[in-house]
């Protein structure tokens, strides 16, 4: 049957991929930087600290970063943890966070990058598919 018909029918589960577990901590994170190079310079600090996440944290369970499809000087961060405390007291305290965040501390500090952003626990009515 299709997605809408289950939809229409209030069917929760369509295909074969499970629905997330309510709780996990997601954060994102807008980037606006003022030129091309003060870009690169952070994406690339960035990449290196994804590496290392990658290899190390397991409750860090999404951690990416996005040009925007129409302004180059636009990012966003995307990060999801398996909990709050996955981010706040693991990943925070890692040496590779401790390494980029200054680094994005100073180009904020000299009026190259602008950062905002929101943080949300999710509900568990969605689903992240692997890769």
Known sequence: RSAALHLARGVRTVGTRPRNAAGAFVLH???EFKTEAAAKELVTAW???ADWCRANEAGLMHYEIARSQTDPLKY???E????LDAY?????STEAYRTFRPKMQA????GELEVSGSSYFELGHGFVSGS
Do not use: M, N, P, W
């Open 29 to 31: 994170v807008e980037l």
């Open 76 to 78: 966003g961060i995307f």
């Open 47 to 49: 990449a290196r600290c």
């Open 88 to 92: 706040a007291s693991t990943h925070k």
């Open 107 to 110: 180009l904020q500090d000299s």
């Open 80 to 83: 999801r943890y398996a909990s």
